[in-house]
Nanobody
């Protein structure tokens, strides 16, 4: 049973930077791959980024967000630059063993979420 804990959310002005972290326990990202999703009020959960053998990004964040993993493969970090109001959402970390990185139904384990608010 993998447990995921996100941290690093907060409020920033447009153009600002935040780094989200996701720490895994009971398993590691050498066995699972990690994904980030976000959900705004009234909207469906949407794919943001994932890391397996490579890194994957949605078109809306490509070039602004960077996903990385630590050497121990227990923590993934999402560096978010040039944040925009439309990035406002609750961000969730998730883990899976196989399947499409883009689909939330692939993922077996989810964190509790961390809020990101981008507003002037």
């Amino acid at each position: 049973q993998v447990e995921l804990v996100e941290s690093g959310g907060g409020s920033v002005q447009p153009g600002g930077t935040l780094t989200l972290s996701c720490a895994a326990s009971g398993g590691s990202f050498s066995t699972y791959f990690a994904g980030w999703f976000r959900q705004a009020p009234g909207k469906e959960r949407e794919f943001v980024s994932a890391i397996t053998w490579g890194q994957f990004y949605s078109d809306s964040v490509k070039g602004r967000f960077t996903l990385s993993i630590d050497m121990a493969k227990t923590t993934v970090s999402l560096l978010m630059n040039d944040l925009r109001p439309e990035d406002t959402a609750t961000y969730f970390c998730a883990a899976a063993r196989s399947g499409s990185v883009y689909s939330p139904t692939t993922y077996n384990y989810w964190g509790q979420g961390t809020q990101v608010t981008v507003s002037s």
